[in-house]
Each structure stands twice: as C-alpha cells, then as structure tokens.
C-alpha cells in the first residue's frame, strides 16, 4: 500500500505542476479578443470582452478558478462558440476513444501470439522473418502506415473511401470497417515493439533454472515454455501495454487527421487555429490525465505482480 501511495502522490504532483504549465503557456500564447473581435474593434468592446472572459485578472488568479472548475467537471466556455466546452468535446471524444480501444485490442491480439510463435521458433526462417519485419515496422511512424493502408486498402482495393467517414448510427458495419484502418495505423508499429520485447523476455526466461528443472521432468521446448516462461515473460510487458494504452490516444489524434475522423484531434487543430484556448487547454489536460492515469495503473499492476520493482 506505502508504493501505491508514493506512486498516487507522485502522480497528483506531476498533473499539479504539468497543469500550470500548460495553462500558463497557452494563456501567453496572445490575445484571443482580437482574434474574436476583429481588428476594427474599439477599444472599449475589447475591454467589455477581456473583462466578461475573465481576462483582466492576474495570471495565478485565472489558473487557480479554472482548476477549481476543471476538477469539478466544468472546463469552461468556448471562446469562439460561447457554448460548453464539455459539450464540444463529450460530441467528439467517444469516437477516439473507440478508436484507441480498437487499436489497443488489435495491438494484443496480434503481437501476444507473434511474440509467443517467434519465440518458440528461435533460430528459423520464420524467427529471423519476424525479427527483421519487427525492425522495419518500428522504423515506420503511425502516420506513414496511415497513408499506406489508405493508399492500398482505400485507392486501390476500394474497400473503404478516404475521408468518407460513416458513423455508427448510419451503418454499424461501414463504420467498424471504416475504424478499422485507423486502428490498424496506430496498432501496427506498436505491435512490432511489443512482439519483440515479449520474444526476448520469453527466451530470457527459458534461460532460467526453473525452466531447466522442467525440462529435466519431461517437458518439451513448447510445453515449458507455455506452462513456465510465458507468465513470468509477461510480466515486464505490462508496463509497455500501459504505456501503449496512453500512448495510443495522443497518437490517434495525428491519425484523425488522415482519415478525417471528427474525434477531439480535429477539434484540437481547429481550436488552436481559432485560439480557442479553453477547448484547448480541456483537451490538452484530458491527454495529460489519461496518460498520467493509464501509467500509474501500468506501474501498480507491475509491482504488484513482481515485487522486486517496488522502490
């Protein structure tokens, strides 16, 4: 219990400080009255705005109320649209949220079996074809695997139209079909980086003595590795899952982008061309928050099943 509340401590502090200064930062990025008012406003009505936004107090004043707000569940107004930030982003989160889970699914079916075949495989053909697959696709970024699988699966097999997007309630399979790409992009390179880590932790485990002793009794390479290695070999890739469960939702937002998906990461680039800084300061923070949560559950999980990593 000591380590998880070190962890939880340190994690409140890291949001405390990585709050400020993200709100700070986009606060000083300019002025948003001018950009709402035009340059033919009068100073009065500037003046009128800034004081209805809130934007004559002190800095520190404005910080501490909207974090005061946001930790209630209130991220403000939007500048541009006057209306709800939380409505504005509750409209576009559940689709990236759909499509990391989607990616994170894809990412454990594929690479838990990879890893696992690689491994039990070591030193063939189809070993060293994994292994050196597995160092290109890292090599690859998220957004380049994006245009590929629209250039191949969209352009040329026609299996899906770029930039059509087709929601859930107009057709629930065109939709999964259409999610699926994106997924796919964001779940590939990320698979690769798991599949390797999971081989060379299973091959370190069947160095072990335990693994020896099992052998000595009878079992095969496939039934010690199976019924010893594996579940100590997925201990040190819990971790990496966590991270790449945090990881996958700021990644989604770069992915939205090429296959014109209207999640919070299109509404992120709108609001920061608009300087829409309270949407952005909202979704900026919930990017913050799920990655910092996502880690500490990965940390806790992993000493909890190893010990030894307690500090």
């Known amino acids: 219990m000591k380590f998880v509340l070190k962890k939880l401590a340190t994690l409140l502090i890291t949001l405390l400080i ?27 009505a500037e003046a009128a705005l800034r004081e209805e936004l809130g934007l004559n107090r002190s800095l ?12 209630k569940g209130d991220m403000g107004t939007s500048y ?27 990412t454990l079916l594929m690479s838990i079996p990879l890893g696992v075949y690689s491994a ?59 999610m699926l790409f994106p997924a796919l ?30 052998f000595s009794r009878g079992h095969n390479r496939r039934s010690a590795l199976r019924a010893h290695a594996l579940k100590n070999a997925l201990l040190p890739i ?20 090429i296959f014109s998906l209207p999640g919070i990461g299109r509404l992120l680039i709108a609001s920061i061309n608009n300087r829409d800084i309270p949407v952005v300061e909202a979704i900026v923070m919930i990017l913050a928050v799920w990655v910092m949560v996502v880690h500490f559950f990965g940390e806790v999980i992993s000493e909890a099943l190893d010990p030894r990593l307690r500090s």
């Open 18 to 44: 990585l709050s400020f200064l993200a709100y700070a930062a986009f606060e000083m990025v300019g002025d948003p009255v001018g950009m709402i008012l035009g340059t033919n406003a009068t100073p009065e």
């Open 60 to 71: 520190p004043v404005r910080y501490f109320d909207w974090l005061f707000h946001f930790v």
């Open 80 to 106: 541009i649209y006057r209306i709800s930030v939380n409505e504005m982003i509750g409209e576009k989160l559940g689709l990236t949220v759909i499509l990391t889970l989607f990616g994170f699914g894809l």
């Open 120 to 178: 039990r495989r070591e030193g063939s053909f189809a070993d060293r074809a994994l292994t050196v697959s597995n160092q290109i696709v890292m090599a690859i970024p998220a957004f380049f695997v994006a245009i590929l699988l629209t250039v191949i699966f969209g352009v040329l097999l026609r299996l899906f139209t770029p930039g059509s997007f087709v929601s859930f309630n107009e057709s629930p399979g065109r939709f999964f079909l259409y």
């Open 185 to 214: 992009s964001v779940a590939i390179p990320r698979t690769a980086m798991a599949a390797k880590m999971l081989r060379s932790s299973i091959l370190g485990e069947m160095q072990k003595d335990y693994v020896r002793t099992a």
């Open 238 to 257: 819990v971790a990496f899952l966590a991270t790449t469960a945090a990881e996958m939702l700021a990644g989604c937002i770069v992915i939205e982008q």
